[in-house]
């Protein structure tokens, strides 16, 4: 049983999506379909921004070194250290092989697998660390610098921490700006806090509008997702090179920096969705 697309739209804004190639066709699906595709077991295709990162102490964010999430070029990918009790650990190679996050944790007595991906904005220095069976692993947390965060989780991550003494086994996921040209592995609407779109009125805009809005934002189109009954395989969504400007705009989402997929047809968002949209971002009414 299909959900009205109004409803589903009204929701656009939650769940980021991984792995952008199937992840993001699923996010097509939910919002111009009507068709919510249930969440898969895979790890992390679906990441609740309401799931909070615990921050961990200001003392020992005050600690890690403000290299974290820089590229290094230091033999060893990570700086690990010891205080009050935990592993606090700073990545000084992004694009390091996963193994060598492994092999430094391992020294350690730690079965704990570390895996860097490309974020959009929203997503940015995200700790999410789960266990084999895809629960969180609330021991090991991300440490947040002094001051508000204005992220989607409220996690701006500057480094984490492991207790001393860890004997579970996880996966520790921590995102990454992407590089020009690069796929994004995690993202999410492109009106959540942190992303161009956000608390601009673009909703029911004609392509041609708000292909203009992301060019002053310096983002383009980059292709178009829009209903068709006919693709079975897909979940009713197809994807094109592009639409008629006339087009009616409900939503989107960047698939690489600068990049933008549009969920695009010619029925308009009600009112109500729309201040629903506005009022769960807090923002103003359009």
């Not at 999506?17 to 068709?35: D, P, W």
């Not at 996963?98 to 092999?103: A, S, V």
């Not at 292709?223 to 008629?244: C, L």
Request: proline share 8%; hydrophobic share 40%; with cysteine.
């Amino acid at each position: 049983m299909t959900r009205n697309i109004d409803q589903v739209v009204a929701q656009f804004a939650a769940p980021p999506v991984t792995e952008v190639s199937e992840g993001a066709r699923e996010l097509m699906r939910e919002i111009t379909a009507g068709s919510p595709a249930a969440a898969p077991a895979r790890r992390r295709r679906w990441l609740s921004p309401r799931v909070a990162i615990p921050a961990g102490g200001l003392l020992t964010a005050a600690a890690v070194a403000l290299t974290w999430l820089q590229p290094g070029t230091s033999a060893s990918a990570l700086n690990i250290r010891q205080e009050g009790g935990y592993y606090v650990i700073e990545i000084k190679d992004l694009y390091a092989n996963p193994k060598m996050y492994e092999e430094q944790l391992r020294d350690y007595g730690l079965d704990v697998s570390l895996v860097v991906r490309p974020a959009t904005a929203a997503f940015e220095r995200q700790v999410f660390p789960t266990t084999p069976d895809n629960r969180v692993v609330n021991e090991i947390q991300g440490i947040n610098p002094p001051g508000p965060c204005d992220m989607v989780a409220d996690s701006c991550a500057i480094g984490l921490k492991i207790p001393v003494g860890f004997k579970g086994t996880a996966l520790v996921e921590v995102s990454r700006k992407a590089r020009p040209g690069e796929k994004y592995d995690i993202t999410t609407a492109w009106d959540a806090k942190g992303e161009p779109m956000h608390c601009v009125p673009y909703a029911n805009k004609t392509v041609a509008e708000v292909r203009a809005m992301l060019t002053e934002r310096g983002v383009r189109i980059g292709g178009f997702a829009v209903p068709d009954p006919t693709a079975e395989k897909s979940g009713g969504v197809s994807e094109r090179a592009s639409v008629p400007d006339t087009w009616l705009v409900r939503g989107g989402f960047l698939s690489e920096p600068g990049v933008a997929t549009v969920m695009a047809q010619t029925t308009p968002l009600s009112q109500e969705i729309i201040d629903r949209r506005n009022k769960v971002e807090s923002c103003a009414a359009s």
